[in-house]
């Protein structure tokens, strides 16, 4: 059973990274490019033999511990086999 | 319109970091952890005005020619809204 936990900045924080590739962008032509923002994901496997209720709890407090910082990011869970 | 943009290291590609972070949950006492493997996304604006044809066409170009490394790394274009 494999989990996609995707990791991105909170809609009210300035996200330098991605209106650097914007520009970029428009700098080499692509003019209808009107915005970028980047965010990351983990793929996590979790070993057979686990319940996916149990699995989901143990993604979502992993995610909200380690993988996103709470202050500025924010995570979403979804099952992807 | 929104494109979202996953880009991912080929399955046949190591992902050192992935690993780093599995071993780490698992010395964290998430023993159920099997594997990890990062990826990262590129949420794209297009500007209004823009058909959604011409605008997937070029976002696939934009993923192609400089979001990924086509040797490594593999990517997937999805509209989000």
Known sequence: MTFRVH???KTTVLDPQGQTIGTALRGHGHKSIADVRQGK???IQVADGVEREAAEAEIRQIAGDVLANPVIEEFRVECIE
């Open 7 to 9: 990791v991105s900045l």
């Open 41 to 43: 994901y983990f793929d």
